[in-house]
C-alpha cells in the first residue's frame, strides 16, 4: 500500500472534502481515494469514447492499408 501525503494551501477545498465526507459517512481519506478514482475513470472512459469515435469515421467497406508494408517499401527505394 502507498502512502500519500498531501500539503494543500486551500483551507476552503479542505473544508468542502470534509464536508463531502461526512455527508457521505466516509473517512475524509476515503473521500479523497473515491474522488480520485471517479476521475481516473472517467479520463480512461472518456480515452475510449474518442477512440471509438476515431474507429467510427474509418470506413468497414475500405482495404485498409498495411503499414509494415508501405514502411518496408519506403525503406527499400
Known amino acids: 500500500m502507498a502512502v ?3 500539503k494543500i ?3 476552503a ?3 468542502r472534502v470534509r464536508n463531502s465526507a461526512a ?3 466516509v473517512s475524509v481519506e476515503e473521500e479523497i481515494v473515491e474522488t480520485l ?3 481516473f475513470v472517467a479520463e480512461r472512459d472518456e480515452l475510449v469514447r ?3 469515435a476515431i474507429a467510427a469515421m474509418t470506413p ?3 482495404e485498409q492499408s498495411d503499414s509494415t508494408k508501405m ?4 525503406r527499400d527505394r
Open 4 to 6: 500519500l501525503k498531501l
Open 9 to 11: 494551501a486551500d483551507d
Open 13 to 15: 477545498l479542505i473544508q
Open 23 to 25: 455527508r457521505r459517512n
Open 37 to 39: 478514482r471517479a476521475r
Open 50 to 52: 474518442r477512440a471509438d
Open 60 to 62: 468497414g467497406n475500405v
Open 71 to 74: 514502411v518496408r517499401e519506403d
